[in-house]
């Protein structure tokens, strides 16, 4: 095994989505008008003889190269016939290396390719589909189907499958047990108790708070899983996929009553606070609830010690359903231009593997892609992994599929609108009118991707 590392500073890196949002399309249309399936430049690769080196390109560098030193030399025992050379990449410079290299080359056999940057990747045509090797392959039937789908939908729109989930990072919903016994709350596992309990648990003038809302960077995610989660509404577009139910009615109602949370519930400081200082706030205060993600659970076991509070699955609607905005999955692409494809996708099979996924996913914190590993003993001890393993297994849970694929999803989603939503909050700025805005930059990104597929 060979190991090397990035570095994680930014190198004059600049936002080149325009740029690659034209290449995907591009590369999107000649694949409908019938290219030849070859991949970034024309390189389609080869199998190769299943042996020999194979280079893998791990996108979260730093952060989980020990678990996958840990994996790889178990693969290189299993197939000493083949030898992995691991490269450690920063999430935040992981998307820019991968499209510098697909336009100059140099592309790994393997990669981390999560939902978000999936359709850049698959639309300039630099995937191997996975379908068939997943179907042969010992994992059939045997990872998450919810977690296939979120990749497939983020794919661009072809249908197929780029990237195989190695993990979920779901929203949890932590909140302060010893606040809840002492007030003598219920635990908020629907939305009117979770109101509930934000109301009882405020004493402003006593700095103790019911929620910690995000209005800083990455709102937008939060703001919609809230929507979503009280209006019970399951789609992201209409049955014509050329509307988006963002500002339907219903959502914006829900949108109205979380929004109203801000100042009233929450410390004033929520309206600039992105996920770090949200969770540093909450560790360090007397807050009664947070909505976040499993990354942040052992931070609260830190901060807080682990019998003082639970994390919990997103609250129920209603119906007495659970919906929820695509949770992040992670996952694992071949690429097209790799010389040995067989070997690649011989540890991509090794890789999500129950033993293997099972072991990244305990060191990772997350809910394994691969059913039987969501079994394994680790997960009940920890209980916020172990629910939300749960509630994407047991059929408890719709998931909304965000439109990843969109190559202005990101810009809408963040740029165009986080500041717009602190507009929300201070009261500059309608629900109605917010949702409306965000609405129409989609509907027209939908029309171009639309017209672009010829649909």
């Known amino acids: 095994m060979k190991i090397s590392m990035r570095s994680s500073r930014s190198t004059g890196r600049r936002r080149t989505s325009a740029a690659v949002a034209l290449g995907a399309v591009l590369a999107l249309t000649a694949t409908a008008c019938g290219d030849d399936g070859s991949g970034a430049g024309g390189d389609k690769g080869a199998e190769g003889s299943g042996e020999g080196k194979i280079v893998f390109w791990d996108n979260n560098g730093g952060i989980r190269t020990a678990v996958w030193k840990e994996i790889i030399a178990d693969f290189e025992k299993a197939n000493p016939g083949i030898d992995v050379e691991y490269v450690g990449i920063a999430a935040t410079e992981y998307q820019s290396k991968v499209d510098t290299a697909i336009q100059g080359g140099g592309l790994p056999d393997v990669g981390g390719v999560g939902a978000a940057m999936l359709a850049g990747f698959s639309a300039q045509n630099a995937l191997e589909p996975l379908d068939n090797r997943l179907t042969g392959s010992s994992l059939n039937g045997r990872v998450n189907k919810d977690m296939i789908e979120s990749l497939r939908a983020a794919g661009g729109g072809d249908g197929r499958l780029y990237s195989v989930p190695t993990s979920a990072n779901n929203g949890v919903l932590y909140y302060r047990t010893d606040l809840f016994d002492k007030a003598g709350l219920q635990a908020p596992t629907?939305?009117?108790?979770?109101?509930?309990?934000?109301?009882?648990?405020?004493?402003?003038?006593?700095?103790?708070?019911?929620?910690?809302?995000?209005?800083?960077?990455?709102?937008?995610?939060?703001?919609?899983?809230?929507?979503?989660?009280?209006?019970?509404?399951?789609?992201?577009?209409?049955?014509?996929?050329?509307?988006?139910?963002?500002?339907?009615?219903?959502?914006?109602?829900?949108?109205?009553?979380?929004?109203?949370?801000?100042?009233?519930?929450?410390?004033?400081?929520?309206?600039?606070?992105?996920?770090?200082?949200?969770?540093?706030?909450?560790?360090?205060?007397?807050?009664?609830?947070?909505?976040?993600?499993?990354?942040?659970?052992?931070?609260?076991?830190?901060?807080?010690?682990?019998?003082?509070?639970?994390?919990?699955?997103?609250?129920?609607?209603?119906?007495?359903?659970?919906?929820?905005?695509?949770?992040?999955?992670?996952?694992?692409?071949?690429?097209?231009?790799?010389?040995?494809?067989?070997?690649?996708?011989?540890?991509?099979?090794?890789?999500?593997?129950?033993?293997?996924?099972?072991?990244?996913?305990?060191?990772?914190?997350?809910?394994?892609?691969?059913?039987?590993?969501?079994?394994?003993?680790?997960?009940?001890?920890?209980?916020?992994?172990?629910?939300?393993?749960?509630?994407?297994?047991?059929?408890?849970?719709?998931?909304?599929?965000?439109?990843?694929?969109?190559p202005d999803?990101?810009?809408?989603?963040?740029?165009?609108?986080?500041?717009?939503?602190?507009?929300?909050?201070?009261?500059?700025?309608?629900?109605?009118?917010?949702?409306?805005?965000?609405?129409?930059?989609?509907?027209?990104?939908?029309?171009?991707?639309?017209?672009r597929l010829g649909s």
């Open 190 to 406: 629907t939305w009117d108790a979770f109101y509930t309990a934000a109301e009882k648990l405020t004493a402003a003038g006593r700095n103790e708070f019911g929620y910690t809302i995000r209005g800083g960077s990455g709102s937008i995610a939060q703001a919609l899983d809230a929507m979503y989660g009280q209006s019970g509404i399951t789609s992201f577009w209409d049955a014509d996929k050329k509307k988006t139910t963002v500002n339907d009615p219903r959502n914006v109602e829900a949108l109205e009553k979380y929004a109203a949370l801000y100042k009233k519930v929450t410390p004033a400081a929520d309206v600039n606070n992105d996920f770090a200082k949200m969770v540093a706030q909450w560790d360090s205060g007397t807050i009664g609830m947070l909505n976040h993600n499993l990354g942040s659970y052992q931070d609260h076991v830190k901060a807080l010690g682990a019998g003082t509070f639970r994390g919990i699955p997103q609250p129920v609607g209603a119906s007495g359903k659970r919906v929820q905005v695509s949770n992040p999955v992670d996952g694992l692409g071949l690429f097209k231009s790799s010389r040995n494809k067989e070997a690649a996708w011989k540890f991509i099979e090794f890789a999500t593997s129950k033993e293997q996924n099972s072991k990244f996913n305990e060191s990772a914190g997350q809910v394994p892609s691969n059913t039987d590993a969501a079994k394994d003993a680790w997960i009940s001890k920890a209980e916020p992994t172990k629910l939300a393993a749960e509630a994407l297994n047991d059929g408890s849970t719709t998931i909304v599929q965000l439109p990843y694929y969109l």
């Open 409 to 451: 999803w990101n810009t809408i989603s963040k740029a165009d609108n986080e500041p717009n939503f602190q507009k929300v909050l201070l009261g500059k700025t309608s629900a109605k009118a917010f949702l409306d805005t965000v609405a129409e930059q989609l509907n027209e990104a939908q029309a171009e991707w639309n017209e």
